[in-house]
């Protein structure tokens, strides 16, 4: 697979093509991967047609005799990777999430797990980041897919510095682990270094002492935002805490966090059921913690959009994180079947941005 | 099976444009709605615009005004990410508004960059993830024979997503059954999303598979109006007799009819802007033509001023 | 496919083939689909390869233009499913649970439930029914697999009067279907008229007041033993409720039948995190029902063993539920994380099988 | 890539027998495994017992005192479910003591109906969902190429699991690849669960297909030791030579060697009791000679009392 790739005779500076000229990260999970590599003689990696989409790139262009470029083919990429590891190897592999775990769940599950081999598979592009791709590129589902597979660990990075963290954390780990990464390197960074991060440790974002928001991956920037938000308008205090490691799920840990506050709330780019919220109600419920917690996250297949207009849409940014927060602290509702994000608010969202986008680019008509 | 058969469409549905026009139309259509995305599919759009212009000049037998007839032929686009360009026939046919593409991928939109059956009239089936189609379009088939209405099924596929083996399970099962009215069309433009498909993974000689598999092939030239027509009539004698199910293996390519980026994978998805789009909207206006007569509502082509 | 299959020159009783001489059942899951595709054209049924092994042989019998033989090629089978479905047919596809759940998930997901036709899933063999075909066999996450897509109703029948009923009561559904059945029509019965089994409303097996016993499918028998079991001895008067319809999740009901109890225990055929356990606890979470619950699942692949020995060795027969009902009665620990069927259960249940296995057929030597 | 490489085996490891008393053998062992369990996989178990019996002839270079070694050979069973004749293979060449089989299916067992390799010395991968094992191959193939040392991947695949189209995912990559160090064998038994596997599914022609997908084909007689070792060395010439993967398309009986069950997809799985099982291995006695003299310890053939 070469990495160069051709560039095209183009004069506006606002085109740009698939990565030639949109231009690519100096720093991705390919480069992580492949100074890894450098130390390391078991790590491979590879990916079914999605490595320059996956941010993988430079892990071919450094290390191209480890590299399985599998075609559209995501059974067989995760297929290989278990005979690779059965022979010694530690492979990456990545894809979308979508189709890394809803359409090879049972590779990962029979080859991965009950053989418990190091595979490590990314699936990246989680929750609704797609945005307009739709819903077959929509992971909403994918937590509740991993979470009965024994043997398998399930890490969700908030950015770059948390992704090598947990590479790095598990990289010896005997058994399979599921990266679930959010849009690669274009998410807000939450952490600075490495250390910061531990695997099996929940890690603390913003410390408080109202209500403690717990959030993984892609939601954890906004959520801290939102912390900050309502701090500083002296609202409310809230702690918020960055699950990263899913499986196996630090029970204990997030019991006793919650305990000492208020109210949970579980931030989630997944539906409900059966997501990071479902982790937490279980463990509190096992550790016989009274504190009410909340799930707010997806109730049904996500409408399209771009990624942040849809964010903004299901009241999982900043702004609709505090929302929610501050309706926890005030309502407190004891039915907390109901969302705390409702109709209403999602009907304001939708007919602000028709409102802007009926706006825009008037030039145009198709007839 | 008792099915309710209605009297099926005595013609397929057809644009409002002579063929050459329809084809420049669809891709005038696919940059305009790059533009309003800020992003496009344009590469694997453009390569299956003169295939979707030929299936769509009265070859498939669709309503635009009764869209979900049971009697109907239907397709199935496998490869969901060129549904910008289905977008544009079914708008020109008159599934929908053509405006309504104003709102392609913006919030609420139903015209996302995957096309959605819930949410757009004449998508026959939803898709996006590739490799699935052919087996919805396997489905679709059975039920026609079934109904004996002689109603066709046609599913294209990428010839990058040819390496999802679900492609081969369907296959199997329609060679084996000798489902006649089912017409696979492979869009071989020779490109997928990393490279080109030689490079990712070859899968040529791709006819040899098909043939392997139980199907009549054919392969031809994908942007030849008559060498398509003519392929597709081939296919209709031999449903007609009764047989193996068709794969036409179509030549095309990736980005057709925008020189600067045609036969490249890194135009897989991109974005043409300002005055770029303009180029390629001259390139393409040079052949757009007025609407032909023989419709009703002879309807305003887009104009290039603005871009 | 034809459904005469050739008998063997066999001369000893003990033989049998692999349908034919072994019997078929005269009712079964075919056999009903058989009956209501007579009232009802819309009825399609399929299997991929395993028509006989899930007991679907009479329906191509009957209506063999209305079967889809597959082959061994379930995501095939499960698209030709939601191409037919379009088209108007109610098509009931029939596998190993294995194979339709965890192999063909993103099929269900995208092909069956984001479009929400009504295609009905059947997958036979849960849990670790199929005993020493082992971990391959073995479908014991894939409530977890299912449990978070939008649109996807679930249901577990507990026998076959449970199957009919449940086939019936949601033919009309516009949505799609998965049925988790156990081994088919090999199971104890646990009901006798249709009328007793409502989708959507969880059935009281037996009535009690003590303990809540939850259960579904093929623990449904067993709970009822239990409890039958302890109210004889005086012990505990228990109520059994078979929670067939698993999503949606009748969880007001559940939270209601709770309220009335001390204790409640949730016996799963399956991984405890994601199985039925799992929507019990966020339901009482959610509606505020202080009552403690307790999972009985598994927690790991299962070993291998003849079916019967292996639910014995995991306590999920009716000795180890009134065992597990007994010690949440006694004990009521308050770290639910800890399992109540111990290490020492199982050890001593595998010893006990291995001391009487050693005396089998001594006359067989393998060198 | 730095891998330890280790001298590898200077030979394939042998049974104890002569090679017509080890394909009995192996069929003996299978009808007592079922005995065991009061159930076995007799037809597709038998099927392949003779091409099991060519490749641990000393084809394969395995090494049941070091059964991990990394530059051994390795055999994926992709059919798991006839695990019960490779069990029989294994233990004669001493990965494990045959006495184990006592435990066959029995609770807490090592050896289930499907092969598990972290139970099972000898097991180079669990299989026992069809349609995987080939990508397993495919990776373990890709690893032997990486490390230079020459070692060879066989997997085994059923007719029927070639409906799977993960099986073609890994032909395609393997093929693109030119993975001449992988060998599939097809059992062609010509059965499945339902029926044969043309009226349940035809796959035929199936070098066809293989060949299509950039594969060398061999159609052979599964059952004839001579054909078999013939192509074996063919293949091993191959890859010697580098190019593509190779193939054999074995044509086998179901249930070989019990004339009363040949042929029958009814004996996927069954059981054969009492005085069935007494006519069965004495049929099979017939053609159990002792075990020959270049073996240290050779070992007693089970006899036929008490059945
Ligand atoms: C199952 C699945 N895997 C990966 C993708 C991401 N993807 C979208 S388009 C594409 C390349 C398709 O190549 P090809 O089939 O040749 O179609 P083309 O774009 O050339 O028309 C990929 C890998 C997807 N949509 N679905
Ligand atoms: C994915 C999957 N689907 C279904 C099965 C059930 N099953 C076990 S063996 C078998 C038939 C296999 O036929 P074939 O591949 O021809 O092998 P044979 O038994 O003839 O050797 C089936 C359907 C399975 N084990 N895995
Ligand atoms: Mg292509
Ligand atoms: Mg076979």
């Known amino acids: 697979m070469p990495l160069e790739r051709r560039t095209t005779v183009?004069?506006?500076?606002?085109?740009?093509?698939?990565?030639?000229?949109?231009?690519?990260?100096?720093?991705?999970i390919g480069s992580i991967l492949a100074d890894l590599a450098d130390e390391d003689p078991r790590i491979m990696a590879g990916s079914a047609d999605l490595t320059w989409s996956t941010f993988l790139a430079d892990f071919p262009a450094r290390h191209p005799d480890r590299f399985i470029q599998a075609g559209i083919a995501e059974r067989n990429l995760l297929g290989i990777a278990a005979g690779l590891a059965s022979c010694g190897a530690v492979p990456y592999m990545s894809t979308f999430s979508a189709f890394a775990s809803m359409q090879s769940l049972d590779v990962i599950r029979n080859d991965h797990a009950y053989t418990n081999l190091p595979v490590r598979t990314i699936g990246t592009h989680t929750g609704i980041s797609m945005g307009y791709f739709g819903s077959s590129h929509h992971a909403i589902e994918d937590i509740g897919a991993l979470r009965s597979i024994p043997n398998l660990t399930v890490v969700s990075p908030a950015d770059l510095v948390a992704t090598e963290a947990l590479i790095?954390?598990?990289?010896?780990?005997?058994?399979?682990?599921?990266?679930?990464?959010?849009?690669?390197?274009?998410?807000?960074?939450v952490y600075e270094t490495t250390s910061e991060v531990v695997f099996g440790e929940p890690t603390v974002v913003r410390r408080g002492s109202d209500i403690l928001v717990v959030a993984s991956g892609i939601t954890v920037h906004a959520a801290r935002d939102a912390a900050d938000a309502l701090r500083a308008d002296g609202r409310l205090d809230v702690t918020v805490v960055d699950l990263h490691t899913i499986r196996p799920f630090p029970a204990q840990a997030v019991a006793d966090l919650a305990a000492q506050h208020d109210a949970v709330v579980v931030v989630e780019d997944h539906v409900v059921d059966g997501g990071l919220g479902t982790s937490v109600l279980t463990a509190l419920a096992d550790l016989d913690v009274g504190v009410p917690a909340y799930r707010h996250g997806l109730h049904d297949f996500a409408i399209f959009g771009p990624p942040t207009h849809l964010y903004r849409y299901y009241g999982l940014d900043a702004e609709g994180i505090a929302t929610v927060v501050e309706r926890v602290s005030d309502r407190a509702p004891r039915d907390r079947t109901i969302p705390l994000w409702e109709e209403a608010d999602r009907s304001r969202?939708?007919?602000?941005?028709?409102?802007?986008?009926?706006?825009?680019?008037?030039?145009?008509?198709?007839? | 099976m008792s099915i309710d058969t209605p009297t099926r469409p005595p013609r397929g549905a057809s644009p409002t444009r002579s063929r050459e026009a329809f084809a420049a139309h669809i891709r005038r259509t696919v940059l305009l709605e790059a533009e309003i995305a800020g992003s496009g599919h344009y590469g694997p759009s453009l390569s299956c615009a003169d295939l979707l212009a030929a299936l769509y000049s009265g070859f498939l037998r669709v309503d635009p005004a009764d869209a979900d007839r049971l009697d109907r032929d239907r397709l199935v686009l496998s490869k969901g990410h060129a549904c910008s360009a289905l977008y544009a026939v079914l708008a020109d046919l008159g599934f929908f508004p053509a405006e309504e593409l104003r709102t392609y991928t913006r919030l609420g939109t139903a015209y996302g960059d995957h096309p959605d059956m819930k949410k757009v009239a004449g998508i026959d089936f939803s898709s996006g993830a590739l490799g699935h189609g052919l087996s919805i379009a396997v489905g679709m088939a059975v039920h026609a024979r079934l109904r004996g209405d002689g109603a066709r099924t046609v599913a294209i596929v990428g010839d990058g997503e040819l390496n999802e083996g679900q492609i081969w399970e369907a296959a199997g099962y329609a060679g084996a059954n000798r489902l006649s009215g089912l017409l696979a069309i492979v869009d071989v433009n020779t490109v997928c999303v990393d490279g080109t498909t030689r490079e990712v993974l070859d899968y040529e000689p791709i006819g040899d598979k098909w043939a392997a598999f139980g199907w009549a092939v054919e392969r031809i030239d994908g942007h030849d109006a008559d060498a398509i027509?003519?392929?597709?009539?081939?296919?209709?004698?031999?449903?007609?007799?009764?047989?193996?199910?068709?794969?036409?293996?179509?030549?095309?390519?990736?980005?057709?009819?925008?020189?600067?980026?045609?036969?490249?994978?890194?135009?897989?998805?991109?974005?043409?802007?300002?005055?770029?789009?303009?180029?390629?909207?001259?390139?393409l206006g040079t052949r757009v033509e007025e609407p032909t007569d023989d419709h009703a509502a002879p309807r305003p082509i887009a104009t290039e001023e603005g871009h």
Chains 1, 3 share one sequence.
């Open chain 1, 10 to 28: 183009l004069t506006d500076p606002s085109s740009y093509d698939h990565e030639g000229r949109a231009g690519y990260p100096t720093r991705s």
């Open chain 2, 229 to 283: 027509d003519a392929a597709l009539a081939r296919f209709e004698a031999r449903h007609a007799a009764g047989g193996a199910p068709t794969v036409l293996v179509a030549d095309t390519v990736a980005g057709k009819g925008i020189p600067a980026i045609e036969g490249m994978a890194e135009w897989h998805i991109g974005y043409l802007g300002g005055s770029d789009l303009a180029t390629a909207l001259e390139q």
């Open chain 1, 349 to 367: 969202v939708l007919a602000e941005q028709q409102a802007a986008d009926a706006l825009r680019k008037p030039e145009i008509t198709f007839a």
């Open chain 1, 168 to 189: 790095r954390g598990t990289v010896d780990l005997p058994g399979p682990v599921y990266f679930r990464l959010g849009r690669g390197a274009s998410g807000p960074d």
